[in-house]
């Protein structure tokens, strides 16, 4: 039983894989250097890579980034922080922003970060901010209503007959 191997992920990965492919049906690292248009030093780098790491170190691997300012449980402690409310913190008002989300992580874990990337953190974390409605208190819900079931309506309602479109 054969071993399935991915697709390349990349083109120059898929170059580093064709290379070990030709070294293994006995070509020469001068003629292989030649073939896919690189240097005999890059072929040589590939095949010491894949003598001592195997032929997987060939494969492309992606960065992994910077490692992130808070750790899993200050993340998971944050909606906790959230929820005391902005007031808690010493912001006037009962909406967080970004940048008080920022100011309020710094005061409590002492991590500095930009308030675009707060924004990330907090879609992370899945929080979102809701801005309550605000609805006038004179308000009349029947009224409301009575004009939607009719008159809406009959403003909605649209020709029966189809007609043809304008030549303007």
Request: proline share 7%.
């Amino acid at each position: 039983m054969s071993k399935i191997t991915p697709p390349p992920q990349n083109w120059r990965e898929g170059r580093r894989l064709r290379a070990w492919e030709l070294h293994e049906q006995g070509w020469k690292q001068k003629e292989i250097a030649q073939a896919l248009g690189v240097t005999e030093g890059a072929v040589s780098q590939w095949f010491k890579k894949a003598k001592t790491e195997g032929t997987e170190s060939l494969r492309h691997h992606p960065a992994p980034g910077p490692t992130p300012r808070m750790s899993d449980a200050q993340l998971a402690q944050l909606p906790s922080e959230l929820s005391k409310g902005p007031e808690a913190f010493g912001f006037r008002g009962q909406v967080w922003t970004t940048a008080r989300v920022a100011q309020m992580i710094l005061q409590v874990f002492g991590i500095r970060y930009h308030p675009a990337h707060c924004s990330r953190l907090l879609r992370q974390i899945k929080y979102s901010q809701q801005k309550p409605i605000q609805k006038a208190t004179q308000r009349d819900e029947v009224a409301i209503q009575t004009w939607q079931d009719e008159q809406w309506k009959q403003l909605k309602k649209r020709p029966k007959t189809k007609i043809g479109r304008s030549s303007l």
